[in-house]
Protein backbone atom coordinates (compact mmCIF):
# COMPACT_ATOMS: atom_id res chain seq x y z
CA UNK A 1 0.00 0.00 0.00
CA UNK A 2 0.94 3.66 -0.18
CA UNK A 3 0.32 6.65 2.37
CA UNK A 4 -0.75 9.79 0.25
CA UNK A 5 -0.58 13.03 2.06
CA UNK A 6 -2.53 15.96 0.00
CA UNK A 7 -2.23 19.72 0.57
CA UNK A 8 -4.13 21.85 0.84
CA UNK A 9 -7.41 19.67 2.96
CA UNK A 10 -9.54 22.44 1.79
CA UNK A 11 -10.17 26.19 0.42
CA UNK A 12 -12.31 28.58 -0.44
CA UNK A 13 -10.93 30.81 -3.54
CA UNK A 14 -11.94 34.16 -5.56
CA UNK A 15 -13.22 34.01 -8.46
CA UNK A 16 -10.46 34.24 -11.66
CA UNK A 17 -7.63 32.93 -8.65
CA UNK A 18 -5.61 29.45 -8.74
CA UNK A 19 -5.13 26.63 -6.54
CA UNK A 20 -2.55 24.33 -5.93
CA UNK A 21 -2.79 21.14 -4.75
CA UNK A 22 -0.04 18.76 -3.52
CA UNK A 23 0.43 15.47 -3.29
CA UNK A 24 3.06 13.14 -1.30
CA UNK A 25 3.38 9.81 -1.57
CA UNK A 26 5.52 8.08 0.91
CA UNK A 27 6.93 5.62 -1.46
CA UNK A 28 8.14 5.90 -5.20
CA UNK A 29 5.17 4.78 -7.50
CA UNK A 30 5.55 4.73 -10.98
CA UNK A 31 1.98 5.74 -11.89
CA UNK A 32 0.57 9.06 -10.49
CA UNK A 33 -3.33 10.54 -11.23
CA UNK A 34 -5.50 13.40 -10.70
CA UNK A 35 -9.39 12.95 -10.18
CA UNK A 36 -11.69 15.77 -9.88
CA UNK A 37 -15.61 14.49 -7.93
CA UNK A 38 -18.11 16.67 -8.73
CA UNK A 39 -21.04 17.39 -5.72
CA UNK A 40 -22.86 13.96 -5.49
CA UNK A 41 -20.57 12.61 -8.25
CA UNK A 42 -18.36 9.89 -8.90
CA UNK A 43 -14.88 10.43 -9.99
CA UNK A 44 -13.61 11.16 -13.28
CA UNK A 45 -9.95 11.42 -13.99
CA UNK A 46 -8.32 14.80 -14.84
CA UNK A 47 -5.06 13.38 -16.33
CA UNK A 48 -1.79 10.81 -15.88
CA UNK A 49 1.14 12.51 -14.17
CA UNK A 50 4.21 11.83 -16.12
CA UNK A 51 7.00 11.91 -14.48
CA UNK A 52 9.92 13.95 -15.92
CA UNK A 53 7.59 14.91 -19.19
CA UNK A 54 3.64 16.44 -19.62
CA UNK A 55 0.76 14.91 -18.07
CA UNK A 56 -1.69 13.32 -20.40
CA UNK A 57 -4.81 14.92 -20.40
CA UNK A 58 -8.51 13.18 -20.46
CA UNK A 59 -10.97 14.59 -23.34
CA UNK A 60 -12.84 17.24 -21.63
CA UNK A 61 -9.68 18.43 -19.52
CA UNK A 62 -6.38 21.19 -20.74
CA UNK A 63 -3.18 21.86 -19.29
CA UNK A 64 -3.78 25.25 -19.65
CA UNK A 65 -6.84 25.13 -17.00
CA UNK A 66 -4.98 22.18 -14.65
CA UNK A 67 -1.07 22.27 -15.00
CA UNK A 68 -0.17 19.20 -13.13
CA UNK A 69 3.75 18.86 -12.39
CA UNK A 70 5.44 15.74 -11.30
CA UNK A 71 8.97 16.41 -10.58
CA UNK A 72 10.20 12.78 -9.36
CA UNK A 73 8.21 9.70 -7.93
CA UNK A 74 6.82 10.59 -4.78
CA UNK A 75 5.27 14.00 -5.82
CA UNK A 76 2.99 15.90 -7.75
CA UNK A 77 1.17 19.35 -8.12
CA UNK A 78 -1.98 20.07 -9.54
CA UNK A 79 -3.36 23.45 -10.31
CA UNK A 80 -6.69 24.47 -11.07
CA UNK A 81 -6.62 28.24 -12.78
CA UNK A 82 -8.48 30.79 -13.25
CA UNK A 83 -11.36 29.61 -10.83
CA UNK A 84 -14.81 29.86 -11.24
CA UNK A 85 -17.60 28.27 -9.28
CA UNK A 86 -18.15 25.40 -11.63
CA UNK A 87 -14.94 24.27 -10.45
CA UNK A 88 -16.21 23.68 -6.91
CA UNK A 89 -15.28 20.08 -6.58
CA UNK A 90 -13.13 17.25 -4.19
CA UNK A 91 -9.50 16.85 -5.69
CA UNK A 92 -8.00 13.22 -5.50
CA UNK A 93 -4.64 12.04 -6.02
CA UNK A 94 -4.51 9.05 -6.57
CA UNK A 95 -1.30 5.88 -7.02
CA UNK A 96 -0.68 2.94 -8.59
CA UNK A 97 2.46 0.65 -7.94
CA UNK A 98 1.62 -2.02 -10.65
CA UNK A 99 -0.89 -2.45 -13.60
CA UNK A 100 -3.45 -5.17 -12.72
CA UNK A 101 -3.66 -3.93 -9.05
CA UNK A 102 -5.56 -1.44 -7.30
CA UNK A 103 -5.00 1.98 -6.69
CA UNK A 104 -4.78 4.12 -3.51
CA UNK A 105 -6.22 7.71 -2.82
CA UNK A 106 -5.43 10.54 -0.78
CA UNK A 107 -7.91 11.97 1.18
CA UNK A 108 -8.81 14.59 -1.25
CA UNK A 109 -8.81 18.49 -1.25
CA UNK A 110 -12.59 20.15 -0.95
CA UNK A 111 -12.17 23.22 -3.44
CA UNK A 112 -15.07 26.11 -3.07
CA UNK A 113 -15.04 29.03 -5.32
CA UNK A 114 -16.67 32.42 -4.34
CA UNK B 1 -17.77 16.09 6.84
CA UNK B 2 -19.94 16.67 3.93
CA UNK B 3 -21.44 14.21 1.68
CA UNK B 4 -20.84 13.16 -1.49
CA UNK B 5 -23.78 11.31 -1.74
CA UNK B 6 -25.84 13.85 -2.38
CA UNK B 7 -27.44 12.60 -5.87
CA UNK B 8 -26.39 9.19 -5.68
CA UNK B 9 -28.49 6.55 -5.50
CA UNK B 10 -29.45 5.09 -2.01
CA UNK B 11 -29.24 1.49 -0.61
CA UNK B 12 -31.02 2.16 3.10
CA UNK B 13 -30.68 -1.35 5.27
CA UNK B 14 -31.03 -2.39 9.24
CA UNK B 15 -28.03 -3.22 11.63
CA UNK B 16 -27.23 -7.14 11.22
CA UNK B 17 -29.16 -7.58 7.17
CA UNK B 18 -27.06 -8.45 4.36
CA UNK B 19 -26.24 -5.50 1.68
CA UNK B 20 -26.09 -6.05 -2.26
CA UNK B 21 -24.38 -3.37 -4.41
CA UNK B 22 -24.71 -3.51 -7.91
CA UNK B 23 -22.65 -1.93 -10.23
CA UNK B 24 -23.08 -2.01 -14.32
CA UNK B 25 -19.71 -1.39 -15.94
CA UNK B 26 -19.11 0.45 -19.32
CA UNK B 27 -16.96 -2.04 -21.48
CA UNK B 28 -16.42 -5.80 -22.09
CA UNK B 29 -12.82 -5.58 -22.90
CA UNK B 30 -12.18 -4.91 -19.44
CA UNK B 31 -10.72 -7.14 -17.18
CA UNK B 32 -10.14 -6.26 -13.06
CA UNK B 33 -12.32 -4.73 -11.30
CA UNK B 34 -12.42 -3.15 -7.97
CA UNK B 35 -14.95 -2.08 -5.05
CA UNK B 36 -13.87 1.00 -3.36
CA UNK B 37 -16.12 2.42 -0.52
CA UNK B 38 -15.86 6.40 0.35
CA UNK B 39 -16.37 7.79 3.70
CA UNK B 40 -17.73 11.12 4.26
CA UNK B 41 -14.54 14.17 3.76
CA UNK B 42 -12.07 10.61 2.94
CA UNK B 43 -10.62 9.60 -0.43
CA UNK B 44 -11.72 5.83 -1.75
CA UNK B 45 -10.82 3.51 0.12
CA UNK B 46 -9.77 -0.32 -1.27
CA UNK B 47 -12.30 -3.12 -0.13
CA UNK B 48 -11.89 -6.23 -3.00
CA UNK B 49 -10.90 -7.05 -6.28
CA UNK B 50 -11.80 -9.48 -9.13
CA UNK B 51 -10.41 -10.35 -12.19
CA UNK B 52 -11.89 -11.22 -15.43
CA UNK B 53 -11.00 -14.84 -15.14
CA UNK B 54 -13.21 -15.18 -11.75
CA UNK B 55 -16.79 -15.14 -10.84
CA UNK B 56 -16.50 -14.85 -7.29
CA UNK B 57 -14.43 -13.59 -4.48
CA UNK B 58 -14.67 -13.66 -1.27
CA UNK B 59 -12.83 -10.99 1.38
CA UNK B 60 -14.09 -10.39 5.24
CA UNK B 61 -17.96 -9.99 5.12
CA UNK B 62 -17.64 -8.77 1.53
CA UNK B 63 -18.06 -10.85 -1.53
CA UNK B 64 -17.61 -9.36 -5.08
CA UNK B 65 -19.55 -11.54 -8.43
CA UNK B 66 -19.04 -10.27 -11.76
CA UNK B 67 -21.37 -11.45 -14.44
CA UNK B 68 -19.34 -10.53 -17.70
CA UNK B 69 -22.15 -12.10 -20.19
CA UNK B 70 -24.21 -8.97 -18.79
CA UNK B 71 -21.22 -6.46 -17.50
CA UNK B 72 -22.57 -6.99 -14.23
CA UNK B 73 -20.82 -6.37 -10.80
CA UNK B 74 -22.08 -6.65 -7.05
CA UNK B 75 -20.98 -6.15 -3.86
CA UNK B 76 -22.40 -8.62 -1.14
CA UNK B 77 -21.73 -6.94 2.46
CA UNK B 78 -22.70 -9.77 5.21
CA UNK B 79 -24.24 -8.89 8.84
CA UNK B 80 -24.14 -4.98 7.76
CA UNK B 81 -22.99 -2.58 10.58
CA UNK B 82 -23.31 1.21 10.95
CA UNK B 83 -19.61 1.65 9.98
CA UNK B 84 -20.44 0.22 6.58
CA UNK B 85 -22.67 3.59 6.21
CA UNK B 86 -20.93 5.13 2.99
CA UNK B 87 -20.83 5.25 -0.25
CA UNK B 88 -19.17 2.65 -2.96
CA UNK B 89 -17.81 3.02 -6.29
CA UNK B 90 -17.00 0.17 -8.71
CA UNK B 91 -14.14 0.72 -10.85
CA UNK B 92 -13.00 -1.56 -14.15
CA UNK B 93 -9.29 -1.16 -15.47
CA UNK B 94 -10.09 -1.40 -19.31
CA UNK B 95 -7.37 -4.23 -19.61
CA UNK B 96 -4.20 -5.42 -17.65
CA UNK B 97 -2.03 -2.67 -20.43
CA UNK B 98 -4.00 0.03 -19.35
CA UNK B 99 -3.21 2.44 -16.13
CA UNK B 100 -6.16 3.90 -15.67
CA UNK B 101 -9.71 2.92 -13.75
CA UNK B 102 -12.47 4.08 -14.40
CA UNK B 103 -15.63 4.75 -12.20
CA UNK B 104 -19.43 3.82 -11.90
CA UNK B 105 -21.32 6.05 -10.60
CA UNK B 106 -21.66 4.87 -6.95
CA UNK B 107 -24.10 3.72 -4.27
CA UNK B 108 -24.92 5.11 -0.73
CA UNK B 109 -25.57 2.77 1.80
CA UNK B 110 -26.99 3.96 4.87
CA UNK B 111 -27.37 1.53 7.72
CA UNK B 112 -29.55 2.13 10.41
CA UNK B 113 -29.01 0.70 14.11
Known amino acids: SAVISQKPSRDICQRGTSLTIQCQVD?????MFWYRQQPGQSLTLIATANQGSEATYESGFVIDKFPISRPNLTFSTLTVSNLSPEDSSIYLC???????????FGQGTRLTVV | GESVGLHLPTLSVQEGDNSIINCAYSNSASDYFIWYKQESGKGPQFIID?????DKRQGQRVTVLLNKTVKHLSLQIAATQPGDSAVYFCAENLNSGYSTLTFGKGTMLLVSP
Open chain 1, 27 to 31: SQVTM
Open chain 1, 94 to 104: SVRQILGTEAF
Open chain 2, 50 to 54: IRSNM
